[in-house]
């Protein structure tokens, strides 16, 4: 048995501990989730974006600041279609499902903003086609 473990019960604690630290991870991962999917952004005040950059012709630099779902000061957004029905957190119009729009990268946990669109037709009006 290794010296970090000198017998049977400090073993079971350290692998208790791992079990629960997985339960609580996954727990954290599911609030999240359910968090991002309940959020219509176009109803807080307190949402501030703006794009910084166009990194290539399928992602842009986001900044993002809102007091319910975080801060994230150069996070990337990917070009892709609209899921379901929504809004543009720029420009406050309405996005349709299958309409081209830019997201939030997916990571895990998800971001707060993970439900969050911009229309790709607000991103070329804002930075042009500067990639092309």
């Known amino acids: 048995?290794?010296?970090?473990?000198?017998?049977?019960?400090?073993r079971t604690v350290v692998l208790l501990d791992q079990a629960r630290a997985q339960r609580m991870m996954s727990e954290a991962i599911g609030v999240a989730n359910d968090r991002c999917a309940q959020t219509d952004w176009n109803h807080h005040e307190t949402v501030m974006v703006s794009i910084i950059d166009r990194a290539s012709p399928r992602t842009v630099t986001v900044s993002w600041q809102d007091a319910l779902s975080g801060s994230y000061g150069h996070q990337s957004w990917r070009a892709s279609l609209a899921k379901r029905a929504g809004r543009c957190v720029l420009s406050g119009r309405a996005i349709k499902r299958g309409d081209p729009v830019f997201r939030p990268g997916s990571t895990q946990p998800p971001p707060g903003n993970a439900n969050a669109m911009i229309l790709s037709s607000c991103v070329e009006a804002l930075l042009g086609d500067s990639q092309s």
């Open 1 to 10: 048995m290794p010296a970090e473990y000198p017998n049977a019960w400090s």
